[in-house]
């Protein structure tokens, strides 16, 4: 109860801060506009030569657009300037300020920024979803939808967890808004389903840059071609990843602080 | 109080750091065995601090005064020792403990650069799940006290330094903590504005009892803060007692300021060291135990319109207790000092 | 032996100590240098991979590329890119915002060449990176390419024409920043262009013919797609000498965009400030 109110202060906040810079949203909105071209263009040119790719159809492959999308749009709006602030704070010295409030640093450290103008890309992702899946609506049922939302869930709760674990890593080195750079970069080749791909590459994305489980896994529920093992794994691997970052975190933080030295 | 606020006893602070010869040949030997040296940034000092009290803590930088801060704070882990405040082990970070303490950091902001200052207070409410009556009613006081009414509907970003100090220092005091960590909190201000701050801290104490333990580089804060000091120097305490004793105890010197009737005066360093000299001004560093007779002699050789003995500037006392080489700098308890350095 | 240079000389001079410099800067940011260029290699691998799913599917061969043709087009297409890839936008927004600038102007020499030095400085450098990597995805993926002699010994000359093309263009973007702190949004509008135009998305001979006709008069064919298809011989002698002359014409272009932008800019500078 106490976070969920925090958690909304910090979602005024991030409103309010953005108000001052209107002009913005409008950038945004281009922004938004030019990646969705490049995006659909892309589909256009590839559903051109060919029915479907590597069996997913059109519909499908718009439907795991508006994943990639959805996700992204998260990740740009909650997770990614929540983490460049810590690690800003952790270069100033102004994450002292943090540590002595009476609160979970974690989840302060996580909800304490939000760029609210980045949500255009939200937006574009549940429109893209709702659009594929009206065309989809004869093999998405009740328990389509469980699954879908379920592996989002998990994927969204892995690429949080991934961030948490990379910008926990600015406790020992100073420069590791590079590391992010890979994230992005990675994320990238999820705007594709990873079944494509050669399996090193698809190894890559599932395993050491988990990308595949935010996008491809939401989608292929959402598309009828989950299997329980699938469905599994992304949850587990969900489970692991949050127990693992969170221990992780703890264990930088007492580093920080020199309990080990 | 039956017991005090802050015990610390025979804290120390040992950080281990790499150390790199320059050169390839010694980075790649680095890479297989790391050479370390340890940095005692503290190095056991103990020492109690009362309900209610304001105390400096004093030290040239690195001396060890923010580590011991930051201890108290309950940022950093002390490797050997103990400390409580208010009865707890600071480094525990229980929520009560954060719940009624504050760090104030004179370089260094929290409030929220694009927002309304008042929004950033708010979101301290939340965090510290202030109920709104409390919070309303020490606002009201803060604004009152600080004269913060024109600033709190400012976007940070338009705040002038001294401006962003006070609403930081408010924004640090709405859960009404029972204890202060003020490190350098009048830094980089102008003297009006220092002397603003000062007034407060002296008012909220007066006010709330709380206690405060505040380092500063400016001695005008310590003088009109502080009671007591306590000095600390290459991690170890070197004095802990009333400012006037520092000052008694550390420099052998007093300052004898005569003015002349007959100018230019002759050439007064017979009579101890010349400090200044202007006009028919001399100021003269003498030993304290003949300042009586220099005083006197001076008065019998010379035509001397005006005379004055003062102690020396705290600045000054300070910067003599630094500039003590480390091995002779030992401390041994509650204001006592080793003979060899008086 | 102070004999007075040639301003030919001279201006060569004065490239070699820029080179020297950026080199050794850039070599301080090593580790973030190679993360950049992950970026560079990513695209034109997922691309790869898509279109040679889409040619197996399609019985082996799509729009006249065949899976080892593609292989072969998106890794010489991800070498052409190196080569002429600018980040020069973000480079004078930060000079322009930080005040960096000021000190630039009052060197005796144009700017840009500094910025040509520094461009090619970390491409020497990075080709440490981008031709291992270039030799993997030749090994993973087998490339198939049958280029005429000439095709390979007009190739250079198309490079650097690329080369000048885009960076004259991007350049003149980049005074946008004289203007405009919002760069982000014209920065990314003009690049999701170039992406399709320049053939990055898929060769262009795979989009509609309309597509294709638009690519001949825009400048983005020229500074990628063209020397790719030149190299693969996929261009007849007399496209090869006009797409050179198209390229010629848009430095032309591009010089006088440049300079006419840049001394606006200087002049609203002046007047401004930082």
Known sequence: ?261 | MASPVIQVHDLRKIYMVGEREAGVLAAVRSLVRRRTRAIRAVDGITFHVDAGEIVGFLGPNGAGKTTTLKMLAGLLHPTEGDARVLGFRPWERDREYLRRMTLVMGQRNQLIWDIPVVDSFELNRAIYNIPPEAYRQTVEELVALLELGPLLHKPVRNLSLGERMKCEIAASLLHRPRVLFLDEPTIGLDVTMQRRIRGFVAEYNRRTGATVLLTSHYMADVEALCRRVIVIHHGVLLFDGALEALVERFSPFKLITVELADLPARDLSAYGQVVRQDEGTVTLRVPKAITPEVTGRLLADLEVLDLTVQDPPIEEVIEQVFAQPEETTLATGNGELRPELL | MTAILTPFQNLCAIYRGFFRTSLAVQFQYRVAMLIWLLGGIMEPLVYLVVWTTVAQQQGGAVGGFTVQEFAAYYIGAMLVNHAVFTWIMWEYDYRIRSGEFSATLLRPIHPIHRDIAENLAYKVLTLAVMLPAALLLAWIFQPRWAPQPWALALFPLALVLAFFTRFFLDWSLAMAAFWTTRINAINQAYFVVLIFFAGRVAPLDLFPEAVQRLALVLPFRWMLAFPVELILGRLTLAEALGGMVAQLIWIGLGLILARTIYRAGIRRYAAFGA
């Open chain 1, 1 to 261: 109860m106490h976070y969920l109110r925090l958690f909304l202060t910090y979602l005024k906040l991030g409103l309010l801060a953005e108000l001052e810079y209107r002009a913005n949203f409008w950038i945004q909105l281009v922004q938004t506009a030019m990646e969705l071209a490049l995006a659909l263009g892309g589909l256009a040119v590839v559903f051109r030569h060919t029915g479907d790719l590597g069996g997913w159809r059109p519909a499908e492959l718009l439907a795991l657009l508006g994943v990639y999308f959805l996700i992204g749009g998260l990740i740009r709006t909650m997770v990614r300037p929540s983490m460049q602030k810590f690690m800003e704070d952790i270069r100033k010295g102004t994450l002292d300020f943090t540590l002595t409030k009476p609160a979970d640093a974690q989840v302060l450290v996580s909800i304490q920024r939000f760029e609210l103008w980045k949500i255009t890309d939200v937006g574009v992702g549940i429109a893209l979803l709702a659009i594929a899946l009206g065309r989809l609506s004869d093999s998405v049922g009740p328990l389509q939808a469980a699954m879908f939302g379920l592996t989002l869930l998990s994927g969204g709760l892995i690429v949080y967890s991934v961030w948490l674990i990379l910008a926990t890593f600015s406790f020992w080195f100073v420069k590791v808004e590079n590391i992010l750079v890979i994230f992005m970069t990675m994320y990238e080749a999820a705007r594709w389903p990873v079944t494509i791909y050669p399996p090193w590459l698809r190894w890559i994305l599932t395993f050491l840059i988990p990308v595949a489980f935010a996008t491809t896994v939401p989608a292929q529920a959402v598309t009828g071609r989950m299997d329980p093992t699938t469905l599994g794994i992304a949850a587990g691997m969900a489970g692991i990843l949050l127990v693992v970052s969170r221990a992780f975190w703890l264990y930088g933080l007492r580093f920080y602080s020199g309990a080990s030295a």
